[in-house]
């Protein structure tokens, strides 16, 4: 199973839109994927037309010691399925200050057999919550905007991430950073790739996504830029990004998933996110 935290301590950087369009260019790949927002704001719950849930239904019940994932009620979007956010994330917090606070969603997330990835979308600090997507993933995506505050936060949470991994989660691989809103008639788009790559390597994704009005809107049924904007430069790019990622995190599962076929007329012009590039 893919278990994927998008994370970057600086806010505003494509985080929740990030969550959202993996997850769907995962799940119409035929991927079963779920969401879990677990930032107290619910910005993601929002944006994919969920109202507040009662927190019975909210992912602070993974903090419950009485449940795990599987009893909770997931919300099914058009592509992937979202356990939402709920206000209480914010007032719980207060008493989840135990060092093993930290393990709550790895174990409640541990019997998760109907989900083929998992994608947590995290707040743009270091809170419990934030902690515990780092605590219960293999893999960290850091999206970062070509600008100095949002690259500096970046590189706070792969500092952030390595510190998880050392102590908490050696399971934890080393985060990818993934570009956002780029904006190619800026020219210091460059200089910040060559900066990270410089530091990171490869593990600065090859991938872009850039900016696209396309993706500031939002559907209440959840659907996202693959279904209402198909030929849009944001259904490419995350298209190009899903696929980029699955083959630097989950090579294995590329060939053992099952994959829609690509001449099946409802998947869209984009077909299989393995042939754009
Ligand atoms: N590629 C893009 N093109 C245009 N607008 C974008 C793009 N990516 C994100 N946005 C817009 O930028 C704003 C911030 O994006 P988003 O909410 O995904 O960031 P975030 O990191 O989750 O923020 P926060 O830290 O507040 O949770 C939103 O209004 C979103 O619609
Ligand atoms: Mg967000």
């Known amino acids: 199973m893919i278990v994927l935290a998008i994370c970057n301590h600086k806010g505003g950087t494509g985080k929740t839109t990030s969550t959202i369009n993996l997850a769907a260019a995962l799940g119409l790949s035929g991927y079963r994927t779920l969401v879990i927002d677990l930032d107290p704001q619910s910005f993601l719950t929002r944006m994919v037309g969920l109202p507040e849930p009662p927190v019975e239904a909210s992912s602070l019940m993974l903090f419950d010691p009485e449940r795990t994932l599987k009893d909770l009620p997931v919300q099914q979007r058009t592509a992937f399925d979202v356990l939402p ?30 989900y083929d990835a998992i994608l947590f979308d995290t707040a743009a600090a270091i809170t419990v919550y934030s902690l515990n997507a780092l605590v219960a993933s293999r893999h960290v995506l850091i999206p970062v ?6 690259i500096l936060g970046g590189e706070q949470t792969f500092q952030t991430a390595m510190m998880v991994r050392e102590k908490l989660n050696p399971t934890l691989h080393p985060p990818h950073f993934l570009f956002t809103m780029v904006d190619a008639r800026k020219r210091n788009h460059r200089a910040y790739r060559q900066y990270l790559r410089g530091r990171y390597g490869d593990r600065v994704m090859n991938a872009i996504i850039r900016t696209s009005t396309s993706l500031s809107v939002t559907h209440d049924d959840g659907s996202t830029v693959f279904e209402h904007a198909p030929h849009s430069r944001g259904a490419h790019d995350y298209a190009n990004a899903a696929d980029e990622l699955l083959r630097l995190i989950a090579p294995e599962q590329l060939a053992e998933t099952p994959r829609i076929e690509p001449d099946d007329p409802s998947r869209g012009p984009w077909k299989s996110i393995t042939h754009l590039g």
Do not use: C, F, G, H
Request: charged share 30%; no cysteine; aromatic share 6%.
């Open 145 to 150: 905007m070509p600008e100095y505050q949002p």
């Open 85 to 114: 956010s709920s206000s209480m994330l914010s007032k719980a917090m207060r008493k989840l200050n135990k060092p093993t606070d930290v393990l709550w969603v790895k174990e409640a997330i541990e019997d998760a057999p109907d």
